[in-house]
């Protein structure tokens, strides 16, 4: 079993990642990006070339400031390649959202993929400082005896934070097809692994992988919320409003100071690395699923679409 599978030290660190899509697989190399989904006529395959802005500007690859360029350039390009892999499903699996039909009403088609790209990041972003940021810090203003012990509320607030997190990622598992969603994801974390212990990409190597990787979005998120306690213990301040705006203010530095940890943890084999990347590991029991071969087919070859033609420039700091 992939769970009992506790040896995941590997011959090299790929600065290889992925996301899950709807019957598909994005996958980001150094230089490209492939998204392969599955549809009746078979894999539909997609590659871009990438433009990373520390190449254009070095300001932008420094550390802290490209954890928060990073995820921001993740959030955009994953939402268009999810939306497109939402446009290759069958027209009766295909939901019309009332929002998408307007924009695409009011602009040209190329102009609206764009918009519904931008506003569905813009919306997905909101969301999440409603419920990780405002949310917690409004519950907890309400409890009196912590209002001004600082270290307790801002304790506190974390600890709600972790909650709403499971309790979120928990309730969306239930929903059939983010359950397929996060068997891909399982299907992308062993692939990658695979890759990493420098094992041939077959369906027999990839299938007893751990799915359990510490350089993971979800992973990511959870490192997020920890590191938010940390550096929200300088907020000094009682006021819930005025609260939730120092804490929007510190947000970049903790997604920064985030993205290093989870870093470091994806280049490391010890163990620290190891109880640093348990917690991430943890929720990925929630956040993956076993898959079966015709998604590890699709992992596998969206891999192959990414690895770079010159052999080790893939390496983490290459």
């Known amino acids: 079993m992939a769970e009992k599978n506790l040896n995941n030290s590997c011959a090299f660190k790929t600065s290889i990642g992925g996301q899950a899509l709807m019957e598909g697989i994005l996958m980001r190399g150094p230089k490209k990006q492939a998204i392969v989904c599955r549809t009746a006529d078979g ?3 997609k590659v871009d070339d990438l433009h990373p802005l520390r190449d254009k500007y070095p300001f932008f690859g420094l550390p802290l400031v490209r954890g928060v360029v990073t995820f921001l350039d993740s959030m955009i390009k994953g939402m268009g390649a999810l939306l497109y892999s939402a446009e290759l499903l069958p ?4 939901e019309d959202d009332p929002l998408d039909k307007w924009i695409e009403a009011h602009f040209s088609a190329e102009k609206a993929k764009q ?19 405002f949310l917690p810090t409004f519950l907890v203003g ?36 983010v359950q397929r969603l996060f068997r891909y994801h399982g299907a992308e974390h062993k692939t990658i692994f695979c890759y990493e212990h420098g094992k041939e990409l077959t369906v027999e190597n990839v299938r007893p992988e751990s799915r359990f990787h510490p ?9 997020v919320v920890i590191v938010s306690v940390l550096v929200n213990s300088v907020v000094k301040v009682t006021n819930t409003f005025g609260r939730i705006g120092c804490h929007l203010l510190l947000l970049p ?11 470091w943890c994806g280049l490391h084999d010890n163990l620290l690395s190891a109880i640093l990347s348990a917690p991430g590991k943890w929720l990925q ?6 898959p079966d071969d015709s998604m590890i087919e699709c992992a596998i070859r969206s891999i192959e679409l990414v690895i770079p033609e010159e052999k080790g420039s893939d390496e983490w700091g290459k």
């Open 43 to 45: 894999l539909v395959e």
């Open 91 to 94: 027209e009766e699996m295909q």
């Open 115 to 133: 918009v519904i790209i931008y506003t569905a990041v813009v919306l997905g972003i909101g969301l999440s400082l409603f419920l990780f940021v």
């Open 142 to 177: 309400f409890i009196k005896p912590i209002y001004t012990n600082f270290f307790f509320r801002n304790l506190t607030e974390g600890l709600v934070r972790i909650a709403l997190l499971i309790l979120y990622m928990g309730m969306t598992r239930k929903v059939p097809d």
């Open 215 to 223: 350089r993971c979005g979800t992973s990511f998120l959870l490192v």
């Open 253 to 263: 530095v903790v997604v920064g100071i985030s993205y290093e940890i989870n870093r």
């Open 285 to 290: 029991r929630i956040t993956t699923a076993e």
